[in-house]
Nanobody, 126 residues
Framework: QLQLVESGGGLVQPGGSLRLSCAASGRPLDNYAIAWFRQAPGKEREGVSC?????????NYADSVKNRFTIPRDNAKNTVYLQMNSLRPEDTGIYYC??????????????????WGKGTQVTVSS
């Protein structure tokens, strides 16, 4: 069983930065593709970014976060990050990470996730 715990959320002013962490335990994270999702109040959950397993050769970003967010992974630390820069009020929401067991793969997606974290709150406000 894989457990995921998000951290790093908080209150930040527009234009600021945050780095979210998705720390895994129970199993090595190497063989899992990871995706970050967010859910704003009154809105459906949406995929924000994903990264393929092992080498992380494939990454995807929602149009709304391109050129502002990055998704590095550190398999040695069993952790995937979401670096968020130039934050906007519309980035506010609960951010979740999720994992899908893919083995060695060079793709990622926002469907058929096997494990979910409980989320961390991000609030962008002046």
């Amino acid at each position: 069983q894989l457990q995921l715990v998000e951290s790093g959320g908080g209150l930040v002013q527009p234009g600021g930065s945050l780095r979210l962490s998705c720390a895994a335990s129970g199993r090595p994270l190497d063989n899992y593709a990871i995706a970050w999702f967010r859910q704003a109040p009154g809105k459906e959950r949406e995929g924000v970014s994903c990264i393929s397993s092992t080498t992380g050769s494939a990454k995807n970003y929602a149009d709304s976060v391109k050129n502002r967010f990055t998704i590095p992974r550190d398999n040695a630390k069993n952790t995937v990050y979401l670096q968020m820069n130039s934050l906007r009020p519309e980035d506010t929401g609960i951010y979740y990470c999720a994992a899908r067991a893919t083995g060695l793969s060079h793709s990622c997606a926002y469907i058929s996730m096997d494990y979910w974290g409980k989320g961390t709150q991000v609030t962008v406000s002046s």
